[in-house]
């Protein structure tokens, strides 16, 4: 099992950035498929980014691509989702969300909310105009 905790959200003008971080605690996230979602009030959760397991391969959201930044730290077993030039449009709720550990290494990432076994309680993130 993988608990998860998301922590870096808050409130922020258009254009600037924050840092989520996901800690992870029961199993390393080495080697594991690792991913970002958000979800809007009245709106479905949605993909933004995401690791492979080997993590030579990621993957984001179009609306999110050159402004977001997934990256982790094995050592301290965090994901982190660095967030630049941020728009009122990326207003949601962010959770950190987890795969099943299915081998040491792999060049898939995955998109879909139904392809994560483990997902953390969410952050708010408020982007003002």
């Known amino acids: 099992q993988v608990q998860l905790l998301e922590s870096g959200g808050g409130l922020v003008q258009a254009g600037g950035s924050l840092r989520l971080s996901c800690a992870a605690s029961?199993?390393?996230?080495?080697?594991?498929?690792m991913g970002w979602f958000r979800q809007a009030p009245g709106k479905e959760r949605k993909f933004v980014a995401g690791?492979?397991?080997?993590?030579?391969?990621?993957g984001y959201e179009d609306s999110v691509k050159g402004r977001f930044t997934i990256s982790r730290d094995n050592a301290k077993n965090t994901v982190y989702l660095q967030m630049n030039s941020l728009k009122p449009e990326d207003t949601a709720v962010y959770y950190c969300?987890?795969?099943?550990?299915?081998?040491?290494?792999?060049?898939?990432?995955?998109?879909?909310?139904?392809?994560?076994?483990?997902w953390g309680q969410g952050t708010q993130v408020t982007v003002s105009s």
């Open positions: 690791f492979s397991r080997s993590g030579d391969n990621t």
């Open positions: 029961g199993r390393t996230i080495r080697n594991r498929v």
């Open positions: 969300a987890a795969r099943r550990f299915e081998g040491v290494s792999g060049s898939y990432y995955y998109t879909e909310v139904n392809d994560y076994d483990y």
